[in-house]
């Protein structure tokens, strides 16, 4: 069980370690409980389990930068920040309910930021639930600006063929190809990222005239496609045998795909915000971005 540190004792941000996961699980789990069900959401990390799996995944990763808080001797919160690629993403950054609003939750995006801007990455991005005004606020004052209405989407697996897309399992050998796409619809690639995935086995890609098209790390919270049109990116949807955690995300501004989705059956389960601080390009293609951007 996690204990709140005590009001007003001096906050210290250090390195994760591994052996933190279970503590910072377990506030992850009541962090996202809470914003959550106080605003009728479902919660992103719906027991407890699955906040202590994720952080013990990212505090042993070698791709991803993780600091926790503490306070009087108590671990108080924490944040990851995914190094995997030109440009960074953040989180999840979760603070113990008990001791929100004392500046912690600032301090750890600081320590990430100030980590980010000495491995100088491009940029750092982030996606956030659109109904915490807190967040918006906060990441805002630290020069992040809004970039995407986004919206999580969930339901049962479509599991359509198209003709003229091919649809199949990633291969390593995939991964250039892959990286030209992203390339092409964002002007740098998360090649990291991707290959974790391919190696994981989550990823898919889609062929379209003889040639690599698209593809997906994941259909699922944590993952992220592109495709160099919205029939690409569906094709991939509709091929997934489920999609994982809450969901995967699309760009509400994206009306075409938006309206597939709800035709195909699927439901709109919250709305999201991805912002960015530093190289932003405007897409020139269709994507899915991740929880993480």
Known sequence: ???????????????????????????????????????NFPPDVPEPQMGVGLLTTLFSHPGFYCVVAESDGRIAGSNCLDERGAIAGVGPITIHPKTQNRGIGRKLMEAVLDRARERKFAGVRLVQAAFHNRSLSLYTTLGFDVREPLAVFQGPAIKKTY???FVRRAKLSDLEACNKVALHVHGHHRGGELSDAIQQGTATVVERDGRLTGYASSLAFYGHAVGETNPDLQAIVAAADGFGGPGFLAPSRNSE???????????VVQPMTLMSLGLYNEPSGAFLPSVLY
């Not at 210290?12 to 914003?35: L, N, S, T």
């Not at 795909?257 to 439901?267: M, S, V």
Request: a positive charge; aromatic letters at 10%; charged letters at 20%.
């Open 1 to 39: 069980m996690s204990t709140a540190a005590p009001s007003g004792a001096a906050v210290i941000v250090r390195r994760a370690k591994p052996e933190d996961a279970p503590a910072c699980g377990q506030i992850c789990y009541e962090a996202f409980h809470k914003i959550s069900t106080d605003h």
């Open 163 to 165: 003709e003229g897309f």
């Open 257 to 267: 795909l938006f309206r597939w989705c709800l035709a195909n059956g699927l439901r």
